[in-house]
Each structure stands twice: as C-alpha cells, then as structure tokens.
C-alpha cells in the first residue's frame, strides 16, 4: 500500500518568515492533494497537482510535484498567524474510488 | 451553501454502547467516506459508498457498520466492538466514481468520547 511520509511533524516559525513542508511517497503519485485542518475541525482543500513538474498557487502558499511524481512540496511566503493549522497531503489510493491515503500531518504554529 | 454536516460535533458514551455519527451531504456526490484522525496516525479509511446500497470497507472497519439508504446520507455506527473507538472523527464526499483528481471534501467532523 502506498505510504505517504511527511517532513517535518512539527514547525514553529515567526511571522513573516517563509517555510515549506514536504511529501514524500513510497509509490508514483497520481494525484497529490494538500490539505489545511484548523485543530478540532474538517480539512479545507488547498490545491491538487497531478503532472511532474506541475506548480500550483493560492495567494502565499505554492505547491510543486517533482519531476518523478513521488514527492511534493508546499511552501509559505511571508507567513501570517492565518496560516497556522496542521497540514496534510493526500494521494489517491489505487482505484481511485476509495479515497485518498494521508501523511500524518505537519503541525505549523506561528510565533508573532 | 453546498456540502457536508456532521452531527454532533461532540458524543460522549459510556463503554458497551453502539453510537451513530451522523453525515448529511447536499453536493449531490455520488462517493461518501468515513475516516478516523487519532493524534500520531493521521488520516485512517474506515469505510467508503460509491453509490446507493454498496459499501467497502476501508482499511480499520472492524468494530464498525455503515449504511448508504439514500444519496445524502451515510451513517457510521461504532459498536460496543469497536475496542479503541475514542477519536475523530470524518466524513467526507467525492463527485464521480473510479476516478483519479477529484478532491474529497469533509465536513467539520465529530470527536467521540468512550469512557
């Protein structure tokens, strides 16, 4: 089964500094899904990306899926306290029809 | 507003005691999911519908039971087998079936206490 290894657990940065979070998986991914969940409630969609090479944006916060399509990052320019929350990638599992399998989250807290 | 209500946000039980997690879809999705989020594990598929009357199970469904009766809706049950059932809780939904990039969308989930 695929496994989806996020780096790091855990980030605290200052405001207004930039960071990324990285995705990494053991099989090619065919859809790649960034997710943000405030603590205690739903996941909010961000972006998807399914070509290698393909990059996304959405105001401050960019995705890119390598080349290879096995690993995929999100980066954070300029980070706002709005930003804190926990952070997820997804990948479709093999159907397609069962769902997505995720990363264990990246736990963001930003410091003013 | 389309999309996904789960009730109660919060349930408490006592141990031996079945409880329904309700989910409410009005985005006319034909796939519904139920995950579960424990601090450590991520994300784990509990059991998912693609249409109306079917259902699979995901990769944790003993010590639960779901049913799809109507399009909208997709109940989770947690028995009294359910050995660890404390946790949180998601419902989420997905247009189309058997295809690849479609996001899933969730609801604001359900935290379940078992004491």
């Known amino acids: 089964s695929q496994e989806l290894e996020q780096s790091p657990q855990s980030l605290i940065v200052q405001e207004g500094k930039n960071l990324t979070i990285n995705c990494t998986s053991s099989?090619?991914?065919?859809?790649l899904y960034w997710y943000k969940q405030k603590y205690g409630e739903g996941l909010i969609f961000l972006m998807m990306?399914?070509?290698?090479?393909e990059e996304k944006s959405h105001e401050k916060i960019t995705a890119k899926l390598d080349e290879k399509k096995q690993q995929s990052s999100l980066h954070i320019t300029a980070s706002q306290p709005s930003h804190a929350g926990i952070y997820l990638c997804?990948?479709?599992?093999?159907?397609?029809?069962?769902?997505?399998?995720f990363g264990k989250g990246t736990h963001l807290i930003i410091q003013p | 507003d389309g999309g996904i209500t789960q009730s109660p946000k919060y349930l408490f039980r006592k141990e031996g005691q079945n409880v329904t997690l309700s989910c409410e879809q009005n985005?006319?999705?034909?796939?519904m999911y139920w995950y579960r989020q424990d601090p450590g594990q991520g994300l784990r598929l509990i059991y998912y519908?693609?249409?109306?009357?079917?259902?699979q199970k995901g990769d944790i469904a003993e010590g639960y039971s779901v049913s799809r009766e109507k399009k909208e809706s997709f109940p989770l049950t947690v028995t009294s087998a359910q050995k660890n059932p404390t946790a949180f809780y998601l419902c989420?939904?997905?247009?189309?079936?058997?295809?690849?990039?479609?996001?899933?969308?969730f609801g604001n989930g359900t935290r379940l206490t078992v004491t």
């Open positions: 989420a939904s997905r247009s189309g079936t058997g295809v690849f990039g479609t996001p899933l969308h």
């Open positions: 985005l006319n999705h034909d796939a």
């Open positions: 099989k090619t991914l065919y859809g």
């Open positions: 990306l399914q070509k290698g090479g």
């Open positions: 519908s693609q249409i109306v009357n079917d259902f």
């Open positions: 997804g990948a479709d599992r093999g159907g397609g029809a069962d769902g997505l399998t």
